[in-house]
């Protein structure tokens, strides 16, 4: 409760720093230190030190993993904060509710880690994606900014819709927005009907649907690639981690607890989603000349990787997601921070990056590495918990060996960044670049490395 | 702690090296490590029996640090100890831009191969195959040749996708084991159905087939081979392939006994094939780098070939060949380097007469084509009379088929030595001079390892019995 609770009073607190002070430096560091007070907050509550009770007539549950995750997704946050604060201040003169919009993604995102109920599900999705519309417009004199930030308004207003339709569905079957009697099937025997009824199938088909395009797993990836080219890089970062974690994390809960309904379709229904966003992210990424373009469709293929861990629904699965989101974030924030102190975003304008900046490609490097799931970064151990997942799960060995040759074509265009920093010529622009920047990204560098050697630290955080 | 400290010791003196300034300090430095671990490598050789270390490292996922020396293992890490030093040494009048990451990467890789040599859990194992070949796609990336970013990608891609359907195996047997452990025993000991292991078995043998490689699988190597920067060259014929025969040994063949003997009559073929086809090749290449990365593939695929017999001698010939193939082939490489370095070119057409310039180099340079012939008296001749042995017993057509290759590699490597050191002096050729010390000293050494070990194979053999042995009690 307490993340909930506090992410939405700092949001507001933060809505009135810009009241009080224009200097931006001053409203990031509200920002950080209203972080810090969130963490601490969820924290605590995670030790049972102190937490605010509430009686949420069980519509919101709150257990460690959802705890351990709202911790991540608020440490991830500030690492984003940290290193990419001074972007959010180019951004206009609004920085300080660019701020707030942020904490109540935050707000969505805790409601997401904890819900018990198809209600708080929708309310918790909404309330991470309406800032996100604004956020996507905020640079508002870029047409290509205003252009994302519709399209996105308009898809997602649209998958709202076919959301609620869902519920609506599962619940005049059930005749509740309870998570458990959903999964049960609470139809009265009287009623005659064996198994699922057909509205429970079709609502659940519609959620399913719905929550694909949250996560922008294909069919329903369209968007993303315009969406996180559009908006400014500093918030693609922020949309291509952390709100997708939260999104991964609320799309297993749902149907780890419903699948069962679906029978065998499930399996073969998401084996087709899975091999689908893994074919369309990676093949597509191969061809971008934009390296922010590129991300956004290696962001899809990520997404793929991470369906894995609701295919397989086992332990492994539920440590796999854990630290896919560590890994990714880390790796995906790392790099996005140093793509927005490059002044030309395709690859040509990396070239020649390790002469000019040693340190920003030394980091880049570590970052991409861990994204391709080499060994002895965090991206190889989050890959391979996810593969030893569905060999676990008895899921098909072919699914496993399409997955790690989708693995090596990403190599392909993440490699292509090396190439581009390392062994061609040039004289890319940056941006101005701080000494603190540098020990910043040198620090997330040594995080993916010590979690690619010891995945147990996240682990153990976790079962402590 | 004797093995923990042969990966240590250039793994810290890498990282090391990383930080050092520009100049001469990094190359003397990393003779120097490399050097030290020569000496930890022998200490290792003359400790007996196997030596290991172990320490707790993923206890939630049943992976440890376990390290050990067997007699193949520790001929192996010697190899390796022994190449290094001499890689350098070759090639300490050559001035590298970034030297000290150069010599860094090297160090690096010299880690990663000691790793896989060394490793007894799988998952560990997995970690070192990678960490040798991440050092050298950036040492071939950015030191290499005109081409190098494409081929050195290409190699890279190859090799990627063979660690990871190696991955997926490992995942499955690592699930099969009992007790949920990465460690080798556990592995040896997991119970599939026979269909099972066949497919666990193509799963492996495609990862350590690329390394090796063995046709169909070794477009990337001559391209690779011939780009790199040679002292990297030296490391990836010389070592880096022994990555792939000696997998094989420690994990697949005694993992997947029946799924190797079913495969063996494909596998042999194969190799056989490659070997044919690159010693053609080979006869037809002017360029002295490619014809010694076609020559490279022949010998391979005769290990190979060896492998996959079932047969004990023939198992002793491939431990003597691993380390004789290793030595002369660096040696090949560092006259081929000499060549360039000092003419400007590799096309035997373009050379002649260097006899008369260099004569010194050219009685090592004999000596050494005569060892890559396998004539009697080099070490070369012991691995492969064992090896032919073998497969004789095995099937008499296929050796007869395979022993073609010798004649072929008699054609390629005298006519390069014809061509490059005798004859008439050319306007290229004029300005030849005679090698310096350093590459005579280590020119020498080669030529020590080639004869004494070619009058007497037995220490090597003594060293490497027990894992031979071992290997066939299992069965």
């Not at chain 1, 102190?50 to 351990?68: A, M, W, Y």
């Not at chain 1, 966003?277 to 899809?300: D, H, P």
């Not at chain 2, 029996?49 to 390290?67: E, H, K, Q, V």
């Amino acid at each position: 409760m307490n993340a909930i609770i506090f992410s939405a009073i700092l949001g507001v607190v933060m809505m009135f720093t810009g009241i009080f002070t224009n200097k931006k430096p001053v409203i990031t560091l509200t920002a950080i230190i209203a972080l810090v007070v969130l963490l601490t907050a969820n924290l605590m509550n995670s030790y049972g030190i102190f937490s605010i009770q509430i009686d949420t007539k069980e519509l919101l549950h709150f257990n460690k993993i959802g705890l351990f995750f709202n911790s991540l997704i608020i440490g991830a946050t500030l690492i984003f904060v940290l290193l990419s604060g001074s972007e959010i201040e180019k951004l206009g003169n609004k920085t300080a509710d660019y701020y707030a919009l942020i904490f109540f993604v935050l707000c969505g995102t805790a409601i997401l880690t904890s819900y018990n109920g198809m209600l708080m599900l929708f309310l918790g999705i909404e309330i991470l994606s309406i800032p996100l519309y604004i956020l996507t417009g905020s640079d508002k004199h870029n047409l290509k900014s205003n252009e994302a930030s519709l399209k996105y308004f308009l898809m997602g207003s649209f998958t709202t819709g076919i959301m609620l339709m869902g519920i609506a569905l599962l619940y005049g079957a059930t005749g509740t927005f309870g998570m458990a009697s959903v999964g049960t099937g609470a139809l009265p025997p009287s009623s005659g009907v064996q198994g699922p009824a057909f509205l429970q199938v079709a609502g659940l088909l519609l959620l399913f649907a719905a929550m694909c395009f949250k996560v922008s797993a294909a069919p329903f990836h369209f968007w993303t690639p315009d969406v996180y080219d559009g908006a400014p890089s500093v918030f693609t970062s922020f949309m291509a981690t952390i709100v997708k974690a939260a999104g991964f994390f609320a799309f297993i809960k749902l149907f780890s607890a419903n699948a069962n309904l679906l029978g065998p379709t499930w399996n073969i229904l998401l084996s087709f989603v899975i091999v689908a966003t893994l074919l369309a992210g990676n093949i597509t990424a191969v061809f971008q000349r934009s390296i922010k373009r590129m991300l956004a469709y290696s962001s899809i293929a990520q997404a793929g990787f991470m369906l894995f861990a609701l295919y397989s629904n086992n332990d492994l699965g539920t440590e796999g997601i854990l630290l896919y989101t560590v890994a990714y974030c880390l790796a995906t924030i790392g790099f996005f921070a140093i793509l927005m102190k490059v002044k030309d975003y395709t690859f040509d304008g990396f070239n020649g990056l390790a002469s000019t900046q040693p340190v920003l490609a030394f980091v880049a490097t570590i970052c991409l590495l861990s994204l391709a799931g080499i060994p002895l970064t965090a991206g190889f151990f989050a890959k391979y918990y996810m593969l030893a997942s569905v060999v676990k799960a008895g899921g098909p060995l072919w699914m496993v060996i399409v997955a790690v040759l989708f693995a090596a074509v990403s190599a392909y265009y993440y490699f292509k960044v090396i190439q581009a920093m390392y062994f061609k010529e040039g004289q890319p622009e940056t941006s101005e670049i701080t000494g603190g920047f540098k020990f910043g990204l040198v620090l997330v560098a040594a995080g993916i490395l010590l979690v690619g050697v010891l995945p147990s630290i996240v682990l153990n955080w976790f079962y402590f | 702690m004797i093995t923990l400290l042969l990966i240590l010791t250039p793994l810290v003196a890498g990282l090391i090296a990383f930080s050092l300034k520009q100049g001469s300090s990094a190359k003397t430095f990393a003779l120097l490590a490399s050097v030290a671990t020569l000496a930890i490598a022998l200490v290792a050789v003359f400790t007996p029996g196997t030596i290991g270390y172990d320490a707790a490292w993923l206890n939630s996922l049943g992976s440890r640090i376990s390290l050990k020396a067997d007699g193949m293992g520790k001929m192996l890490s010697l190899l390796t100890a022994v190449s290094f030093p001499i890689i350098f040494t070759a090639v300490y009048n050559n001035e590298y831009k970034n030297a000290s990451s150069f010599y860094a990467l090297m160090l690096l890789s010299q880690a990663g191969l000691m790793g896989v040599f060394l490793a007894s859990d799988a998952l560990l194992f997995y970690f070192f195959w990678e960490l040798a070949l991440i050092p050298v796609y950036f040492l071939c990336s950015i030191w290499g040749g005109e081409k190098r970013i494409a081929v050195t990608f290409k190699f890279f891609v190859y090799t990627f996708i063979g660690s990871l359907i190696m991955l997926i195996g490992l995942l499955f047997m690592y699930l099969n084991t009992a007790d949920q452990s990465f460690s080798l025993e556990s592995f040896y000991a997991v119970k599939l159905t026979a269909k099972q292991e066949l497919v666990m078995f193509w799963l492996f043998f495609i990862a350590f087939a690329i390394k090796m490689p063995i046709f169909p699988f070794h477009t990337w190597q001559p391209d690779a081979y011939e780009q790199s920067p040679t002292a990297t060259t030296m490391v990836m014929s010389g070592i880096m392939v022994k990555m792939g025969v000696f997998a094989v040994i420690r994990w697949l063949l005694p993992m997947f006994p029946n799924a190797a003997a079913q495969s063996a009559n494909l596998v042999i073929i194969l190799s056989i094939i490659g070997m044919i086809y690159a010693s053609l090749i080979a006869i037809r290449q002017d360029d002295i780098k490619r014809m010694i990365a076609y020559s490279s593939i022949a010998h391979i695929g005769l290990m190979s070939a060896a492998m996959f017999t079932n047969n004990q001698t023939a198992m002793d010939g491939v431990m003597i060949q691993m380390f004789s193939h290793g030595v002369n082939v660096i040696g090949l490489w560092i006259i081929a380097d000499l060549i360039e370095k000092q003419l400007g070119t590799r096309n035997m057409s373009e050379l002649g007469g260097l006899a008369q310039k260099a004569p010194v180099m050219a009685i090592l340079l004999v000596i050494m084509a005569l060892a890559n012939v396998a004539l009697p008296l080099t070490n070369a001749f012991i691995g492969e009379f064992l090896m032919f042995n073998g497969l004789f017993q095995y099937n008499m057509i296929m050796a007869a088929i395979a022993g073609i290759s010798i004649i072929l590699a008699a054609v390629y490597t005298l006519n390069m030595v014809q061509k490059v050191i005798y004859g008439e002096l050319n306007a290229t050729t004029e300005k030849a001079t005679e090698i310096p010390f350093n590459i005579q000293f280590t020119l020498v050494i080669i030529v020590v390892l080639i004869l004494v070990f070619g009058l007497y194979p037995q220490p090597l053999l003594n060293l490497t019995g027990d894992s031979v042995s071992a290997l066939f009690v299992k069965k």
